[in-house]
């Protein structure tokens, strides 16, 4: 039915970790807790090739704080190799340091200046009109890219050259200019923004997605500006917009975006229980993933069910394992309450089996993530 492999470089020593399979109508197909290292077979002769199962993954974590998680995969067709691995990281080396001294007229200080590197980003909160920032150097010489909205206007400070030791001076008011490319968005009534544009370049020697320069910002006016600069070789489109609890955005990694295509669709909780939820949505989505949790005030833990499913994915959980019960008999599904919800729709062809590939198999994946998709967030 499954095979499944938590690689040595997730360790389990501090953790209670158990896997199980569920039928299209609740019942418990195969059960078994695992270890790191391990390779463990899910078996059961009342599921065919054409069937769909519901995988599950428990997880009890406590060495100073407990963490209890179910994690949900639904509608998967049996027969799959799932392998779980520490994805690899890039950490540059420290060669040096230098000084970025921001200054701002009179007694005015900035809420926060965003401030990155060819390898590593800042985010830097003045305390006073005058402020020194340390930047770790990983390279050189080095580039720095800062980055800030002024007066409504979303602008950047650039630096080059910048050796171990240096100190860099910008004026807030003068060193600061636009971005060479500005648009607007309008915003309705109440209606709150928030975003970031990276501009990315390949490096040699170093990994290609390092942020190279960016920009955050946010705002709740009728009418907010956006942007970036040109020559960079991608960039990070990432923009959200929020009213009434519920928050629509779009993500794209690629050519920059020159207008913001957040996704428009209807969305309804018919119902939000966790036994067998029910869901109303206009239009097409790929991959709906909701959450319920509770506080378990027995192990003064909170108890989270996450459930990731594609469109008509059967949601019956009607209890947990008497194998984990047994352990941990305070938990129930009774007690689980509504969290969040949220729609993704993929634009570039991405699928609800390639994001499981991407979560159980991402170093074997031939698409390890997608490069364009919007999300509606519906908060209980």
């Not at 489109?237 to 209807?266: C, E, H, W």
């Amino acid at each position: 039915m499954l095979t499944f492999t938590r690689d040595a470089s997730l360790p389990t020593s501090s953790s209670d970790d158990w896997i199980f399979a569920t039928s299209q109508t609740g019942d418990i197909l195969d059960i078994k807790q695992f270890e790191a290292g391990e390779t463990t077979v899910l078996k059961s002769d009342r599921v065919t090739s054409s069937d769909k199962v519901n995988i599950t993954i428990f997880h009890y974590f406590q060495p100073n704080t407990e963490t209890i998680e179910f994690t949900s995969y639904l509608s998967i067709t049996p027969g799959q190799t799932w392998v779980v691995k520490r994805e690899d990281s890039f950490s540059p080396s420290k060669i040096g340091t230098a000084t970025f001294n921001i200054t701002t007229a009179g007694s005015f200080v900035p809420l926060a200046i965003n401030i990155s590197t060819n390898t590593k980003s800042y985010v830097t909160r003045p305390s006073s009109p005058t402020s020194d920032v340390t930047i770790d150097l990983s390279k050189s010489p080095e580039r720095i890219f800062a980055t800030h909205t002024i007066g409504g206007i979303p602008s950047y400070f650039e630096a080059n050259d910048i050796e171990d030791g240096d100190r860099i001076t910008a004026a807030y008011t003068t060193d600061f200019k636009p971005l060479e490319n500005l648009f607007n968005i309008e915003l309705l009534v109440n209606e709150s923004f928030y975003g970031s544009v990276s501009g990315i370049s390949d490096i040699p020697g170093v990994d290609p997605f390092y942020i190279k320069g960016f920009l955050n910002y946010n705002g709740s006016n009728s009418s907010q500006q956006w942007g970036y600069n040109s020559g960079f070789d991608v960039y990070r489109t990432s923009m959200s917009k929020s009213s009434d609890k519920v928050s629509r955005q779009y993500f794209k990694l690629g050519s920059p975006v020159t207008n913001i295509p957040f996704p428009d669709n209807a969305v309804s909780i018919d119902n939000s229980g966790f036994v067998n939820p029910e869901f109303s949505f206009s239009g097409d989505y790929h991959l709906r993933s909701s959450r319920w949790t509770a506080f378990v005030a027995d192990y003064n833990s909170v108890l989270s069910w996450r459930v990731y499913s594609p469109p008509g994915g059967k949601q019956v959980f009607s209890k947990i394992p008497n194998e984990i019960v047994d352990l941990y008999p305070s938990l129930s599904v009774e007690s689980l309450a509504p969290k969040d919800n949220t729609f993704t729709i993929y634009l570039d062809g991405f699928s609800y089996s390639d994001f499981v590939i991407s979560q159980m198999n991402i170093g074997s994946a031939t698409k390890p993530y997608s490069a364009e998709y919007q999300t509606i967030i519906v908060q209980n």
